[in-house]
């Protein structure tokens, strides 16, 4: 089995002028959301074995601010793959992925990261796929399980959405 954390990068700054779309950092609220996905994350025994960002700052940070809930803290590797990404780069660098690693946590961007979540995911809870397919907010979480024991056989419609988390469903949950 194979567990799939996708996780777009928390809110970010608008580009002011002069500012490459790279540089955009992260708002207060996206700090915030970015720590309180990582703690659901690690509340929930979601802890990636290896951990692949895309180099812009915004998703840099996220990890940052998200990684503290965990102890030890795992290892992120930048992707530049990630960067803009269209589904397939993103899927090679999944597909990639050492056997060793048994969850992989992605940290990149929409609209490739949602795009890829669809084209992965065949089963769920229907309520919840519905939820994701109209969008994949920022500091959105998409995890998705595989009967699969290499990276390298992912392929389309072969993963089961088991959750999909954000700022606001965790806000409206019951404590």
């Not at 608008?14 to 994350?41: C, H, N, Q, S, W």
């Not at 998200?66 to 597909?95: C, E, H, M, N, S």
């Not at 961007?109 to 109209?134: K, Q």
Request: hydrophobic share 45%.
């Amino acid at each position: 089995m194979r567990r799939l954390l996708l996780f777009r990068h928390a809110q970010a700054e608008r580009a002011d002028p002069g500012v490459r779309d790279f540089e955009r950092i992260l708002t207060d609220l996206g700090r915030k959301d970015a720590g309180r996905i990582g703690a659901y994350m690690a509340g929930h025994s979601l802890i990636p074995d290896r951990v692949a960002v895309s180099p812009a700052a915004r998703t840099r940070a996220t990890w940052q601010f998200a990684a503290g809930a965990f102890r030890p803290q795992p290892a992120a590797t930048p992707a530049d793959a990630l960067y803009d990404a269209t589904p397939d780069a993103i899927l090679a660098v999944i597909k990639a992925t050492p056997d060793i690693a048994h969850t992989l946590l992605v940290i990149g961007h929409n609209p490739g990261l949602h795009e890829v979540a669809l084209t992965l995911i065949a089963s769920g809870d229907v309520e919840m796929r519905e939820r994701l397919r109209e969008d994949l907010p920022t500091s959105g979480l998409v995890v998705v399980h595989f009967p699969i024991d290499d990276w390298s056989k992912l392929h389309p419609r072969s993963g089961r959405l088991e959750r999909f988390v954000t700022p606001k469903t965790l806000q409206a949950a019951p404590s």
